[in-house]
């Protein structure tokens, strides 16, 4: 049975960083494509990062604006994001998402398995 899990959330300052974890049971991130999808409160969920199977390519949605780093550990079964320079624009729940290889998507609908989501707070 396939399993993500997040953790890393939290609460920080502005300008301050997180690093969020998505632990994989069931599956490894050497045949799937990671993504990360954030949702704030009233809003509709919005792609941030993906990383192909292969970790040769990398996306970044326009807001992230070189803050925001995604990328998988040596066993392929953990990833992360790491998240420098939070604004209180970045507050939502962050979700992990894994999708069997194959093209990249910033589709939330085109990917198989997802995570539970991690809140992440930024204070002003």
């Known amino acids: 049975q396939v399993q993500l899990v997040e953790s890393g959330g939290g609460l920080v300052q502005a300008g301050g960083s997180l690093r969020l974890s998505c632990a994989a049971s069931g599956l490894t991130f050497s045949s799937h494509n990671l993504a990360w999808f954030r949702q704030a409160p009233g809003k509709e969920r919005e792609f941030v990062a993906a990383?192909?199977?292969?970790?040769?390519?990398?996306y970044y949605e326009n807001f992230v604006e070189g803050r925001f780093a995604i990328s998988t550990d040596n066993a392929e079964i953990t990833g992360f994001l790491q998240m420098n320079n939070l604004k209180p624009d970045d507050t939502a729940v962050y979700y992990c998402?894994?999708?069997?290889?194959?093209?990249?998507?910033?589709?939330?609908?085109?990917?198989?398995?997802w995570g539970q989501g991690t809140q992440v707070t930024v204070s002003s």
């Open positions: 990383i192909s199977w292969t970790g040769g390519s990398i």
């Open positions: 998402a894994a999708q069997q290889a194959g093209p990249y998507s910033g589709n939330w609908d085109d990917y198989d398995y």
